[in-house]
Every structure is written in structure tokens, then in C-alpha cells.
């Protein structure tokens, strides 16, 4: 079984020629199975060898993500789709993609002034058709005075003392105004006109006009609601003030003149530069989208390269030079089963750098555990990575994976045991497995991630979910004699005593599953309760005592017998002489039809242990078969506690006995492996025995807990049951018992929200985690160390989008 126990791995030394060290590593990466020892721990990454080729490679990939932004920018997606493009080597693809980058950061530039210009000389035709239309008012206003100044002056010529005509006079001599126009943001337009009569005490006029659409700011580049303004000043003092404040309100000033003839000259330039600029913009845009879209196409094949490559030169960072500064030498682990692919790697590479020294590849012995290599399909994996988050397996270790497969699915169902619930959750999660293809190539938000990835885990809890369905015979809460008919009925035809008088068995027992019609009657819930809470203590103990026999394999395998005899042997005794007496007594209860109070038994087998049974015994000579059960755990305990810490100490005094003299070594030994077997192993008793003494205490305490810790399969499956049938009686019958339509057509609605968002969703997650603490808590603990570390093979396959 390849699940069962990790691959035998092997610790392997690979001696390179630096002229096909880089095409070595690139077949290595492609067949995935070699784990990469760094032999440089003490340099810093600038200190390594092909640090500069690494730099190249991050720069290669800042391009590229520069590239990825400016196909965003434009709306294109780039092509997986296999383009038959022609090899490109790193150098050419560096020259390339530097004279791609600074031709679209020229085109960039070009077409943001352009831009600019555009957006300023909107602004400006603004400015001009606004301020226009104040100056052309003034003007016709300032005409008609002055024809009404005129008639005055010809009717009093005549009568008019003299120094009423020097007045007239003076009148004509007006004084000459500056101005400045330009556009403002119109949440600080407040603000500008207060700051304007504050610094120069009210000797300037202002005037503003909104403007009704949005402008795009040439400077932030964004939509702003902007006012025209003009002000109006006299002074070179006063215009400097003007000019300040509007810098510092960030106004954009524009010029413009009084004169009519040269305002209508103005705004013609204005929109013929405005055209001229427009057609320019788009030319440019066309062509700068034509220069992204060619290299979307590209994309992904220089992106995939320089990852490639990237990889390559990480991983020859990893390897040492040798004294003649010829060859690198790496080391690593690989399967046992992988030694022929990599040797046949290794004289490909040979051959096609046309390299003179063949690669050697030797294995090597070493003392440091090896990394978990378990082969998973698609299907598998997700049940393993459940295992996984609660720890990496040892070194072929056994592997609860394998059972999982089976025992968290029917857990699950245990507790959520309904099969019209199971046929949703089985179609939602077959949607996902008939889509795929699409959803695994696309980037899904955390919670559809999360369904994606653990698809076959759901749809095997549907499936035994649907089986449990059938044995606790509801579909959303109502039974049905699918397996034929009950086995029960009225005592008289009307049925009118059903409930006092109670049913008469008239037929076979019903063939599969509870006889639908316990449902509706006043025994359904002490009879499913007593039901569901022995048959959770029987999956509690099986599984509890399949974890047990795990750990007599570990042992095996291991060629520990101390572990054996004074682990694996008192457990089984202690735990099935309480627990598994326990379930016998549950079995033979269901068998004969005993009326015997198993609480009863189980609390006077430690309380009064010689006091006779009476109408509580299932079976002859039961009274001395619980006191040598009593008895047989008494003596678990100190057998698991006391031998096993003398019996290491022993063997480890063994093992080391005549320590002071060291074999000689061969030269080609690891000067590591000499230190590593010369140095003696240190031994603290006292530490082995608090280790022994706190994982007694542990196993004896948690056999109680653990086998109460699975009455939770009972709890759960009675809060399914409850709430389901609750929200069929009290929604979707109750909505029909109004003969109303609208409410029926309500109440509906209602039953299938809270299905969904109750019973398909909470209900789900929650049986879930509680399967999941039972696998974690309940069974691993029994056998399962999970201090090992994973195999991370070399492999281009595992490279990630987000490597850096």
C-alpha cells in the first residue's frame, strides 16, 4: 500500500561538472524527485556563487510584472494556450524584454504629456468660453452706459455750471484692472475666496461659475467638480498675491485677453490643437495596445523561463565546489525507486552539454531521519492534508491517511445522517467536480477555495451520508418504507389507542434501517436516543482499538518489542477490559432482549465489585468474568508504567557498552557521520520516566475521556434530526395548514433558506470539525507521533506564481 507508509528514501551525493551542472539541475527539476541539501548554510545569499545570475532573474521578473500590469491596464489576459514560439535563450530574452520595457515606458510617457496637454487645453477652451461670456457682458454693459453718458452730456452742455463739466469730465478717466483666470476645485472654492479678501483686504473682485460636468485634472489625472474663476485686481502687489494663493491652492491659472477679436482667434487655436491632439491619443493607444497584446501572447512562455531558470541558479547556490574547484557537489534525498530516472537524468545531461565527465551519483549512509514521501492521486490528497495539519507523518511511520479515507466521511455521517440532506450536499459538490478543469484554473475567493479543494472529501460525506440517511431512515425528517412495509401496527383497525395502547408486531422485521414507524410516536426519542448513543460507543471503541493495533505495527515494523509487550499489550488489555466489556455488554443486550441497566453494571463493577448481578445479568459467570477484567486493568497500569524506562536504560547501556573505543573509519566516510558515531548518546532516566509517567496517566485518563468524547456522534445526530424536523413541522407544514397559497409559496422559501443556511452550511461545518477533533484527538493519539517532516522535491511543477 503506498498510502500505508512513506517511500523508503536514501540520503545520495551527486559529484556535477560545472559544465553541465545548470542542464543537471534543469532535468532534476523536471522529473520532481530529488530534495536538495544546502551545503552553504554558512554564506549569506550575496555571498553565493550565482548570486548574480539570481539578481538577472529578479530583475527578468520585475519586467514581467511590469508587462502583467500593462496587460491588466488594457484588458488582456495572457495566453495559455501552447503558441508554437521558438526557443529563447535567458540572454535574449534579457535583451528582449529590456527594450520591451523601455519602448512601452517611452510610449507610456509620450501619452501621458499628450494626455495632459489634452486635459489642460480642455480646461483652457473652459476658461476661454466662461471668462468670454463675462467680458462680452461687461463689455455690452460698459457700451450702453457710455451711449447713456453721451445723451446726458449733450443736454446739459448749455445749462451747466462750469465745475459740474470738470466733474463729468473726470468720470471718463477709469482706472485699468488686471485680471487672473483659471479653474479651481470646487470644495476649496470657499476657502480661495475668503484667503483672496484676507490677504488683500477685500481690493480684489471675484467671480466664479460651476461648471456642470466633471474635468479630468491634468495633474492627478482624475475626475474633479471644478468652478471657473476670474479676479479681478489692480496693482502689481495685489496681482503677486493672486498668484501665490492660487499656487497654493492648486488652481490652474490659464491666460486670456479683453479683447473679442482675439478671443474668437483663441479658441479656434484651442480646438484645432484639441483635435490634432486627440488623433494623436488614439494612434498612440492603438499602438500600445498592439504592443501588449503581442506580448501577452509570450507571456506566460518567458514568464515560465525565468522562473525556470531562477529555480536552476537557487538551487546551484545550494551546492559546494570540491577542492579542485571542477565540480559542484550537491546532496540530497530521493525515493529508492527514483535511483534509476535520476541516474538516467544524469547521463542525458552528460550528453547533451557535451561534457567529457559524466555526472557520478552515489549514495550515502546517515543516521538523520529522512523526509515523508507519500505518493497521493487527486483524490487522496485532500484526505491526507487533514491528516497533515495535525502533523507530518514519521518516517514510515503508519499512515492514519489511509484510513481516514473511510472513517472522517462516515464519522461526518454519523452525525449528519439525513438522506435528503446528503443528495444536496452531493450534487453541489458534484458541480464542482464536473467543472474542474475551469475552477483549477482559475483564482477562487478563500471559502470556494476551500470547497474546491477538499470536493472528493464532501462528496464522500454525501455519499455516507446518504447511507446513514437510509438507516436512520429520514429524508429531511420524514420516513418513508422504502425497504418495505413496517413491521408494526394498530392493535384495533381505527387506530384510535395507537398512542395508549401502543402497535403489535404483525410482520418480519423491517430489512434495512429503523422502521419508520418509530417517527411521530411518544418512544421515538428514548428509542433512537438509546439507539444512537450505544452505537456511538461501539465506533468509539472499534476506532479507539484500531489505533492500538496501529501502534503493535509501528512496533513491528520498527523492530521494537519493548513497545510491543509494554505499550502495545497493556493497552489493549486496559481499554477492552473497561470499554470493550462495555460493548460486549451493548451487543448482548440488542441480541437477547435484556431489560439489564448497563449503567448499573458498569458503576458496581468498581464500587461493589462482589455484590451478585441479580436481573442485571446478561450472561452465566458474569460476576467473575468482571473481576478478572477489574483485575487485568489494575495490572495494565503498572505494567505500562514501570518496566519499559528500566528496559531503556538497559539497552541503551548495551549499545554503548566498550563506547571508548571507535572504529576505524574508511576515507570516504563523511567526516559528519565520524563525529555523529564517535559521540555518545545521552540518556536522562529521570526525564524517560515523567515521559512514561505523564503518557500513562494520559492513556488511562483518556481511555474515559476519549470513549465519552464519541458521544458527541449521538449529540450531534440528535441536533440534526431535532432541527430538521423542526423546521419541516413548524415551517413548511404549518405554511400548508393555512390553505393560502402566498403563504404556502412564503413558507417554502423560508424551509429551503433555513435548510441551506442551517443544515446544509452550520450543520456541515460543524460535523465536520467534530469528526475532525475525534481523528486528531481520539484516534492519532493512539499511535501517531507526527514529528516527521515532507519531502519538497526540486521540480518545476511545484513552482508557485508567487515564488520569488
Same mark, same amino acid.
Given at each position: 500500500?503506498?498510502?500505508?507508509?512513506?517511500?523508503?528514501?536514501?540520503?545520495?551525493?551527486?559529484?556535477?561538472?560545472?559544465?553541465?551542472?545548470?542542464?543537471?539541475?534543469?532535468?532534476?527539476?523536471?522529473?520532481?524527485?530529488?530534495?536538495?541539501?544546502?551545503?552553504?548554510?554558512?554564506?549569506?545569499?550575496?555571498?553565493?556563487?550565482?548570486?548574480?545570475?539570481?539578481?538577472?532573474?529578479?530583475?527578468?521578473?520585475?519586467?514581467?510584472?511590469?508587462?502583467?500590469?500593462?496587460?491588466?491596464?488594457?484588458?488582456?489576459?495572457?495566453?495559455?494556450?501552447?503558441?508554437?514560439?521558438?526557443?529563447?535563450?535567458?540572454?535574449?530574452?534579457?535583451?528582449?524584454?529590456?527594450?520591451?520595457?523601455?519602448?512601452?515606458?517611452?510610449?507610456?510617457?509620450?501619452?501621458?504629456?499628450?494626455?495632459?496637454?489634452?486635459?489642460?487645453?480642455?480646461?483652457?477652451?473652459?476658461?476661454?468660453?466662461?471668462?468670454?461670456?463675462?467680458?462680452?457682458?461687461?463689455?455690452?454693459?460698459?457700451?450702453?452706459?457710455?451711449?447713456?453718458?453721451?445723451?446726458?452730456?449733450?443736454?446739459?452742455?448749455?445749462?451747466?455750471?462750469?465745475?459740474?463739466?470738470?466733474?463729468?469730465?473726470?468720470?471718463?478717466?477709469?482706472?485699468?484692472?488686471?485680471?487672473?483666470?483659471?479653474?479651481?476645485?470646487?470644495?476649496?472654492?470657499?476657502?480661495?475666496?475668503?484667503?483672496?479678501?484676507?490677504?488683500?483686504?477685500?481690493?480684489?473682485?471675484?467671480?466664479?461659475?460651476?461648471?456642470?460636468?466633471?474635468?479630468?485634472?491634468?495633474?492627478?489625472?482624475?475626475?474633479?467638480?471644478?468652478?471657473?474663476?476670474?479676479?479681478?485686481?489692480?496693482?502689481?502687489?495685489?496681482?503677486?498675491?493672486?498668484?501665490?494663493?492660487?499656487?497654493?491652492?492648486?488652481?490652474?491659472?490659464?491666460?486670456?485677453?479683453?479683447?473679442?477679436?482675439?478671443?474668437?482667434?483663441?479658441?479656434?487655436?484651442?480646438?484645432?490643437?484639441?483635435?490634432?491632439?486627440?488623433?494623436?491619443?488614439?494612434?498612440?493607444?492603438?499602438?500600445?495596445?498592439?504592443?501588449?497584446?503581442?506580448?501577452?501572447?509570450?507571456?506566460?512562455?518567458?514568464?515560465?523561463?525565468?522562473?525556470?531558470?531562477?529555480?536552476?541558479?537557487?538551487?546551484?547556490?545550494?551546492?559546494?565546489?570540491?577542492?579542485?574547484?571542477?565540480?559542484?557537489?550537491?546532496?540530497?534525498?530521493?525515493?529508492?525507486?527514483?535511483?534509476?530516472?535520476?541516474?538516467?537524468?544524469?547521463?542525458?545531461?552528460?550528453?547533451?552539454?557535451?561534457?567529457?565527465? $559524466?555526472?557520478?551519483?552515489? %549514495?550515502?549512509? *546517515?543516521?538523520? =531521519?529522512?523526509? +515523508?514521501?507519500?505518493?497521493? /492521486?487527486? !483524490?487522496?490528497?485532500?484526505?491526507?492534508?487533514?491528516?497533515?495539519?495535525?502533523?507530518?507523518?514519521?518516517?514510515?511511520?503508519?499512515?492514519?491517511?489511509?484510513?481516514?479515507?473511510?472513517?472522517?466521511?462516515?464519522?461526518?455521517?454519523?452525525?449528519?445522517?439525513?438522506?435528503?440532506?446528503?443528495?444536496?450536499?452531493?450534487?453541489?459538490?458534484?458541480?464542482?467536480?464536473?467543472?474542474?478543469?475551469?475552477?483549477?484554473?482559475?483564482?477562487?475567493?478563500?471559502?470556494?477555495?476551500?470547497?474546491?479543494? $477538499?470536493?472528493?472529501?464532501? %462528496?464522500?460525506? *454525501?455519499?455516507? =451520508?446518504?447511507? +446513514?440517511?437510509?438507516?436512520? /431512515?429520514? !429524508?429531511?425528517?420524514?420516513?418513508?418504507?422504502?425497504?418495505?412495509?413496517?413491521?408494526?401496527?394498530?392493535?384495533?383497525?381505527?387506530?384510535?389507542?395507537?398512542?395508549?395502547?401502543?402497535?403489535?408486531?404483525?410482520?418480519?422485521?423491517?430489512?434495512?434501517?429503523?422502521?419508520?414507524?418509530?417517527?411521530?410516536?411518544?418512544?421515538?426519542?428514548?428509542?433512537?436516543?438509546?439507539?444512537?448513543?450505544?452505537?456511538?460507543?461501539?465506533?468509539?471503541?472499534?476506532?479507539?482499538?484500531?489505533?492500538?493495533?496501529?501502534?503493535?505495527?509501528?512496533?513491528?515494523?520498527?523492530?521494537?518489542?519493548?513497545? +510491543?509487550?509494554?505499550?502495545?499489550?497493556?493497552?489493549?488489555?486496559?481499554?477492552?477490559?473497561?470499554?470493550?466489556?462495555?460493548?460486549?455488554?451493548?451487543?448482548?443486550?440488542?441480541?437477547?432482549?435484556?431489560?439489564?441497566?448497563?449503567?448499573?453494571?458498569?458503576?458496581?463493577?468498581?464500587?461493589?465489585?462482589?455484590?451478585?448481578?441479580?436481573?442485571?445479568?446478561?450472561?452465566?459467570?458474569?460476576?467473575?468474568?468482571?473481576?478478572?477484567?477489574?483485575?487485568?486493568?489494575?495490572?495494565?497500569?503498572?505494567?505500562?508504567?514501570?518496566?519499559?524506562?528500566?528496559?531503556?536504560?538497559?539497552?541503551?547501556?548495551?549499545?554503548?557498552?566498550?563506547?571508548?573505543?571507535?572504529?576505524?573509519?574508511?576515507?570516504?566516510?563523511?567526516?559528519?557521520?565520524?563525529?555523529?558515531?564517535?559521540?555518545?548518546?545521552?540518556?536522562?532516566?529521570?526525564?524517560?520516566?515523567?515521559?512514561?509517567?505523564?503518557?500513562?496517566?494520559?492513556?488511562?485518563?483518556?481511555?474515559?475521556?476519549?470513549?465519552?468524547?464519541?458521544?458527541?456522534?449521538?449529540?450531534?445526530?440528535?441536533?440534526?434530526?431535532?432541527?430538521?424536523?423542526?423546521?419541516?413541522?413548524?415551517?413548511?407544514?404549518?405554511?400548508?395548514?393555512?390553505?393560502?397559497?402566498?403563504?404556502?409559496?412564503?413558507?417554502?422559501?423560508?424551509?429551503?433558506?433555513?435548510?441551506?443556511?442551517?443544515?446544509?452550511?452550520?450543520?456541515?461545518?460543524?460535523?465536520?470539525?467534530?469528526?475532525?477533533?475525534?481523528?486528531?484527538?481520539?484516534?492519532?493519539?493512539?499511535?501517531?507521533?507526527?514529528?516527521?517532516?515532507?519531502?519538497?522535491?526540486?521540480?518545476?511543477?511545484?513552482?508557485?506564481?508567487?515564488?520569488?
Amino acid at each position: 500500500m503506498d498510502l500505508f507508509r512513506s517511500e523508503p528514501m536514501q540520503l545520495t551525493r551527486v559529484i556535477i561538472p560545472v559544465e553541465s551542472a545548470h542542464r543537471v539541475i534543469s532535468y532534476l527539476g523536471e522529473l520532481g524527485l530529488f530534495q536538495f541539501k544546502d551545503l552553504n548554510m554558512e554564506k549569506s545569499p550575496f555571498q553565493r556563487t550565482y548570486a548574480t545570475q539570481i539578481k538577472r532573474c529578479e530583475e527578468m521578473a520585475r519586467k514581467l510584472r511590469f508587462f502583467k500590469d500593462q496587460m491588466c491596464k488594457a484588458g488582456f489576459i495572457p495566453s495559455t494556450k501552447s503558441t508554437h514560439v521558438s526557443e529563447i535563450s535567458l540572454d535574449e530574452l534579457e535583451v528582449k524584454l529590456g527594450e520591451q520595457e523601455l519602448e512601452l515606458i517611452e510610449m507610456n510617457a509620450n501619452s501621458e504629456k499628450l494626455q495632459r496637454a489634452h486635459n489642460e487645453l480642455l480646461e483652457y477652451k473652459l476658461v476661454l468660453k466662461k471668462a468670454g461670456e463675462v467680458f462680452n457682458s461687461a463689455q455690452r454693459s460698459a457700451t450702453a452706459q457710455q451711449r447713456e453718458h453721451e445723451h446726458r452730456r449733450v443736454e446739459r452742455s448749455l445749462d451747466s455750471p462750469l465745475l459740474l463739466e470738470q466733474e463729468i469730465t473726470d468720470l471718463s478717466k477709469q482706472v485699468k484692472l488686471g485680471y487672473v483666470s483659471g479653474l479651481i476645485q470646487r470644495d476649496k472654492s470657499m476657502a480661495f475666496e475668503r484667503i483672496l479678501f484676507r490677504a488683500t483686504r477685500g481690493n480684489v473682485f471675484l467671480k466664479q461659475y460651476s461648471i456642470e460636468q466633471p474635468v479630468i485634472d491634468p495633474v492627478s489625472e482624475q475626475k474633479v467638480e471644478k468652478n471657473v474663476f476670474i479676479v479681478f485686481h489692480s496693482g502689481e502687489r495685489a496681482k503677486n498675491k493672486v498668484l501665490k494663493i492660487c499656487d497654493a491652492f492648486g488652481a490652474n491659472r490659464y491666460p486670456f485677453t479683453d479683447d473679442i477679436g482675439k478671443q474668437q482667434q483663441m479658441v479656434t487655436e484651442v480646438t484645432g490643437k484639441l483635435s490634432e491632439l486627440k488623433t494623436t491619443i488614439d494612434v498612440g493607444k492603438h499602438h500600445w495596445r498592439h504592443v501588449v497584446h503581442a506580448i501577452s501572447h509570450q507571456y506566460e512562455q518567458w514568464n515560465n523561463l525565468v522562473k525556470k531558470e531562477k529555480s536552476i541558479y537557487y538551487t546551484l547556490n545550494m551546492l559546494c565546489f570540491d577542492v579542485t574547484k571542477k565540480c559542484l557537489v550537491a546532496e540530497g534525498w530521493c525515493p529508492v525507486f527514483a535511483t534509476s530516472q535520476i541516474q538516467k537524468a544524469l547521463m542525458k545531461a552528460t550528453v547533451d552539454s557535451n561534457s567529457q565527465i $559524466g555526472a557520478i551519483f552515489e %549514495i550515502l549512509t *546517515s543516521k538523520e =531521519s529522512p523526509p +515523508t514521501y507519500l505518493r497521493t /492521486n487527486k !483524490f487522496t490528497n485532500s484526505f491526507q492534508e487533514i491528516v497533515n495539519a495535525y502533523g507530518v507523518a514519521k518516517y514510515q511511520e503508519a499512515n492514519p491517511g489511509v484510513y481516514t479515507v473511510v472513517t472522517f466521511p462516515f464519522l461526518f455521517a454519523v452525525m449528519f445522517g439525513d438522506w435528503g440532506h446528503g443528495i444536496c450536499l452531493f450534487l453541489a459538490t458534484m458541480y464542482l467536480i464536473l467543472r474542474e478543469k475551469t475552477y483549477s484554473s482559475q483564482k477562487l475567493g478563500d471559502i470556494m477555495e476551500m470547497a474546491f479543494g $477538499g470536493r472528493y472529501v464532501i %462528496i464522500m460525506m *454525501s455519499i455516507f =451520508s446518504i447511507y +446513514t440517511g437510509f438507516i436512520y /431512515n429520514e !429524508f429531511f425528517s420524514v420516513p418513508y418504507e422504502l425497504f418495505g412495509q413496517s413491521a408494526y401496527a394498530c392493535r384495533d383497525p381505527s387506530c384510535r389507542d395507537a398512542t395508549t395502547i401502543g402497535l403489535i408486531k404483525v410482520r418480519d422485521t423491517y430489512p434495512f434501517g429503523v422502521d419508520p414507524v418509530w417517527h411521530g410516536t411518544r418512544s421515538e426519542l428514548p428509542f433512537l436516543n438509546s439507539l444512537k448513543m450505544k452505537m456511538s460507543i461501539l465506533l468509539g471503541v472499534a476506532q479507539m482499538n484500531l489505533g492500538i493495533i496501529l501502534s503493535y505495527f509501528n512496533a513491528k515494523f520498527f523492530r521494537n518489542d519493548i513497545d +510491543t509487550w509494554y505499550q502495545f499489550v497493556p493497552q489493549m488489555i486496559f481499554l477492552n477490559s473497561l470499554f470493550g466489556y462495555l460493548s460486549l455488554l451493548i451487543i448482548l443486550k440488542w441480541c437477547t432482549g435484556s431489560q439489564a441497566d448497563l449503567y448499573h453494571v458498569m458503576i458496581y463493577m468498581f464500587l461493589s465489585p462482589m455484590d451478585d448481578l441479580e436481573d442485571n445479568e446478561l450472561f452465566f459467570g458474569q460476576k467473575y468474568f468482571q473481576l478478572l477484567l477489574l483485575f487485568m486493568a489494575l495490572v495494565a497500569v503498572p505494567w505500562m508504567l514501570i518496566p519499559k524506562p528500566f528496559l531503556l536504560k538497559k539497552q541503551h547501556e548495551e549499545r554503548h557498552r566498550g563506547g571508548a573505543y571507535q572504529p576505524l573509519h574508511s576515507y570516504d566516510e563523511n567526516l559528519e557521520q565520524e563525529r555523529n558515531n564517535g559521540r555518545r548518546e545521552e540518556f536522562e532516566f529521570s526525564e524517560i520516566l515523567v515521559h512514561q509517567l505523564i503518557h500513562t496517566i494520559e492513556f488511562v485518563l483518556g481511555s474515559v475521556s476519549n470513549t465519552a468524547s464519541y458521544l458527541r456522534l449521538w449529540a450531534l445526530s440528535l441536533a440534526h434530526s431535532e432541527l430538521s424536523s423542526v423546521f419541516y413541522e413548524k415551517v413548511l407544514v404549518l405554511s400548508w395548514g393555512y390553505n393560502s397559497v402566498t403563504i404556502f409559496i412564503i413558507g417554502i422559501i423560508v424551509f429551503i433558506f433555513a435548510t441551506v443556511g442551517v443544515l446544509l452550511v452550520m450543520e456541515t461545518l460543524s460535523a465536520f470539525l467534530h469528526a475532525l477533533r475525534l481523528h486528531w484527538v481520539e484516534f492519532q493519539n493512539k499511535f501517531y507521533q507526527g514529528d516527521g517532516y515532507k519531502f519538497y522535491p526540486f521540480s518545476f511543477a511545484l513552482i508557485s506564481d508567487n515564488e520569488e
